[in-house]
C-alpha cells in the first residue's frame, strides 16, 4: 500500500500556489500579485507556535522591490532606445546623396580627381600617404606637414610624377603618421555617396554606400 504523507499546508495555499504556476504570467505586476497572494496565504495558515520570521519576509519584500526596479529602469531604457533610434533615423535619412568619409582603404578616381583622406588622434609633424594601383605598385605619394589632429579630406588629381595621368578606377592608399619620430595612430578614409538608409535588426540604422557597403552613423567622419 503506498503512504501518502501531508505536506502541512493548507489547500488554501496549494490552491493558489497552483493558480500562479498556472497563470503564467510575466509581468512584474502579475508577479507583484502572486508574491502577495502566497505571502498572505502563508501568514494566515502559518504555525502559530512558529511564525514566519520577520527578516525573512522583509528580505523577500526587498528582493521584491528590486525586481520590480529593475524591470522599471529596463522599460525606460528601452524607450530611450526606440527615441534614440526615431531621432538616428531622421539623421541618416537627411544623408541621402550627401558625400561622406568613413573608414575605408579605397580611392575611386574619376575625371575630376578623387576624394579620401584621413584622421588622425593627435598631431602630426609628418603625414605620409601613399597611393597603389589594382596589382600594389605605389603610383604616387603625398606628404604633408604639421597636420591637427581630427579628419583631414584629400582630393587626388591623378597627376603622376611623370607627368602622365593615372587611368581612371579604384585604388588603394595608406597612411604614416608621425610625431618626434613616434607613429601617431591614423585611420584612412574612404568617400562615398550615401545611396539608402536601412533601419531595423539587430545592427539599427545603417547607411548603404556603393562600393563601401553598409555603415553606422558613427562611421561617419565628415560630410561632404
Not at 528582493?63 to 526606440?82: E, F, H, M, P, R
Not at 531621432?87 to 558625400?99: E, R, Y
Not at 584622421?119 to 597611393?131: F, G, H, N, R, Y
Request: proline residues 4%; hydrophobic residues 40%; charged residues 20%.
Amino acid at each position: 500500500m503506498t503512504t501518502v504523507k501531508s505536506t502541512g499546508l493548507s489547500d488554501d495555499l496549494l490552491n493558489t500556489m497552483n493558480g500562479a504556476r498556472k497563470s503564467g504570467g510575466s509581468t512584474v505586476e502579475e508577479a507583484q500579485d502572486r508574491f502577495m497572494t502566497l505571502l498572505v496565504t502563508q501568514m494566515r495558515n502559518q504555525d502559530p507556535l512558529n511564525p514566519l520570521d520577520n527578516a525573512e519576509v522583509t528580505s523577500q519584500l526587498a528582493q521584491l522591490s528590486t525586481v520590480t526596479g529593475i524591470d522599471k529602469l529596463n522599460t525606460s531604457l528601452q524607450a530611450l532606445q526606440s527615441s534614440y533610434q526615431i531621432t538616428q533615423s531622421m539623421q541618416a535619412a537627411n544623408l541621402i546623396g550627401h558625400g561622406v568619409l568613413v573608414p575605408g582603404s579605397v580611392l575611386d578616381l574619376g575625371e575630376q580627381g578623387g576624394v579620401f583622406g584621413f584622421e588622425i588622434s593627435s598631431p602630426a609633424d609628418k603625414v605620409t600617404v601613399t597611393i597603389a594601383d589594382s596589382a600594389g605598385k605605389v603610383v604616387d605619394s603625398i606628404e604633408l606637414n604639421g597636420v591637427e589632429a581630427g579628419a583631414a579630406p584629400l582630393v587626388w588629381d591623378g597627376q603622376l610624377e611623370d607627368g602622365s595621368t593615372a587611368p581612371i578606377g579604384r585604388y588603394t592608399f595608406e597612411v604614416k603618421a608621425e610625431r618626434g619620430g613616434t607613429d601617431v595612430p591614423a585611420t584612412r578614409l574612404a568617400f562615398g555617396t550615401v545611396d539608402s538608409v536601412s533601419t531595423g535588426g539587430a545592427n539599427g540604422v545603417r547607411l548603404n554606400i556603393p562600393g563601401l557597403g553598409a555603415m553606422t552613423m558613427a562611421d561617419v567622419r565628415e560630410i561632404i
